[in-house]
């Protein structure tokens, strides 16, 4: 294999529809199953492009993909980044820090500059809960949430299922899907996009999901989205075939919501002695940055047979080479749902 190939099945995908039918990608919360899946499934052929040696493909070229982080990052700038010049597209960074948002300029300005330059597609980071959604309104190219505030961050949910369903094909389990598997989240749930865009990707894929934190971290109604809360960790991870760790996101919070990171790792802390209360094998994410020795101790995230934290940056790289590729189909007058469903 030398170039990616538009692959994969099309019987999943709707009779007659001609193209992924969203522009953007502002959250899992508007995607419907068969879309999560097809994305899923575009990604594959990244997996396998991105483990050669030469991985360089013209497939975006001439295209302009501009990455607008206002907040910080490394793995999602870097692997946006990445993934589009591996596609062949002309990438440009914009970090809000060094930009004339620090002038007083507004969002909407912003936003009305960036598709003024003609960007082919607009990748957003932003604080604000919202804010993607806002600039997408304003712009005429696809636009990529990067993680808003505590709303949605799209991609690593879809990155996560990747990584999680490529663990379980290791182990033998060719399920399309994650019916049966309970899912137990603990962390800063309150100030967390990545739970949020969790609890929605992996329920459409099937899996039960438990929600624990502390009172405080833990927000009002997350069982209206279908999550089961706890606030006894140990409780939480009875049985779990899977655990995510979140890191407190201190930047978000304007007060004290646990007494002392020592006082939390004492109750939510993943030790090795914890994760022996959820299933035998049971597998350990973690969307980074972690702080090893709060919410996770070394020895159970540097678990080789168990832990999956670099195997998810491995595929956020695909995930968004695939994002990437279908959002602009229309751009590049390719649209199609894979294999004979090609206009
Ligand atoms: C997360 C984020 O920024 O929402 N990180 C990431 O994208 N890998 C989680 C976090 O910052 O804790």
Same mark, same amino acid.
């Given at each position: 294999?030398?170039?990616?190939?538009?692959?994969?099945?099309?019987?999943?995908?709707?009779?007659?529809?001609?193209?992924?039918?969203?522009?953007?990608?502002?959250?899992?919360?508007?995607?419907?199953?068969?879309?999560?899946?097809?994305?899923?499934? &575009?990604?594959?052929?990244?997996?396998?492009? *991105?483990?050669?040696?030469?991985?360089?493909?013209?497939? =975006?070229?001439?295209?302009?993909?501009?990455?607008?982080?206002?907040?910080?990052?490394?793995?999602?700038?870097?692997?946006?980044?990445?993934?589009?010049?591996?596609?062949?597209?002309?990438?440009?960074? #914009? $970090?809000?820090?060094?930009?004339?948002?620090?002038?007083?300029?507004?969002?909407?300005?912003?936003?009305?500059?960036?598709?003024?330059?003609?960007?082919?597609?607009?990748?957003?980071?932003?604080?604000?809960?919202? /804010?993607?959604?806002?600039? /997408?309104?304003?712009?005429?190219?696809?636009?990529? *949430?990067?993680?808003?505030?505590?709303?949605?961050?799209?991609?690593? /949910?879809? =990155?996560?299922?990747?990584?999680?369903?490529?663990?379980?094909?290791?182990?033998? *389990? &060719?399920?399309?899907?994650?019916?049966?598997?309970?899912?137990?989240?603990?962390?800063?749930?309150?100030?967390?996009?990545?739970?949020?865009?969790?609890?929605?990707?992996?329920?459409?894929?099937?899996?039960?999901?438990?929600?624990?934190?502390?009172?405080?971290?833990?927000?009002?109604?997350?069982?209206?989205?279908?999550?089961?809360?706890?606030?006894?960790?140990? /409780?939480?991870?009875?049985?779990?075939?899977?655990? #995510?760790?979140?890191?407190?996101?201190?930047?978000? #919070?304007?007060?004290?919501?646990?007494?002392?990171?020592?006082?939390?790792?004492?109750? $939510?802390?993943?030790?090795?002695?914890?994760?022996?209360?959820?299933?035998?094998?049971?597998?350990?994410?973690?969307?980074?940055? #972690?702080?090893?020795?709060? &919410?996770?101790?070394?020895?159970?995230?540097?678990?080789?047979?168990?832990?999956?934290?670099?195997?998810?940056? &491995?595929?956020?790289?695909?995930? @968004?080479?695939?994002?990437?590729?279908?959002?602009? @189909?229309?751009?590049?007058?390719?649209?199609?749902?894979?294999?004979?469903?090609?206009?």
């Amino acid at each position: 294999m030398t170039s990616p190939q538009n692959a994969s099945a099309g019987s999943r995908f709707p009779k007659g529809a001609r193209a992924f039918p969203h522009r953007d990608l502002i959250g899992i919360s508007s995607l419907e199953r068969h879309e999560i899946l097809y994305l899923l499934a &575009e990604a594959e052929q990244y997996v396998a492009f *991105n483990r050669q040696a030469a991985k360089h493909s013209e497939q =975006l070229a001439g295209l302009t993909i501009i990455n607008a982080f206002f907040e910080n990052s490394t793995r999602t700038l870097l692997s946006f980044e990445i993934a589009g010049k591996r596609l062949g597209a002309d990438v440009v960074n #914009m $970090y809000a820090a060094q930009s004339s948002v620090k002038k007083g300029e507004t969002l909407i300005d912003t936003a009305v500059t960036l598709n003024a330059m003609r960007a082919d597609a607009i990748v957003i980071r932003h604080g604000s809960s919202g /804010a993607v959604g806002l600039i /997408a309104n304003h712009v005429d190219c696809p636009v990529l *949430n990067a993680g808003d505030g505590q709303h949605e961050h799209p991609t690593q /949910a879809l =990155l996560d299922a990747l990584a999680l369903r490529h663990k379980l094909r290791e182990r033998g *389990n &060719e399920a399309e899907d994650f019916t049966g598997l309970t899912v137990t989240i603990c962390g800063d749930i309150l100030h967390s996009r990545v739970a949020r865009s969790n609890v929605l990707c992996l329920q459409a894929l099937g899996a039960s999901v438990r929600l624990c934190a502390p009172p405080a971290l833990m927000p009002v109604g997350v069982e209206r989205m279908g999550a089961q809360p706890f606030h006894d960790f140990e /409780a939480a991870l009875e049985g779990a075939d899977v655990v #995510m760790m979140l890191r407190l996101q201190n930047e978000r #919070m304007d007060g004290q919501y646990i007494p002392s990171p020592r006082e939390y790792r004492h109750l $939510y802390g993943l030790t090795p002695e914890r994760l022996a209360l959820a299933r035998e094998d049971a597998i350990v994410m973690h969307p980074g940055p #972690m702080n090893r020795g709060v &919410e996770i101790d070394s020895a159970v995230a540097d678990m080789a047979t168990r832990a999956i934290i670099t195997s998810q940056v &491995e595929m956020g790289v695909a995930i @968004r080479m695939a994002c990437l590729d279908v959002l602009t @189909r229309k751009a590049r007058g390719v649209v199609g749902w894979g294999e004979g469903e090609w206009v």
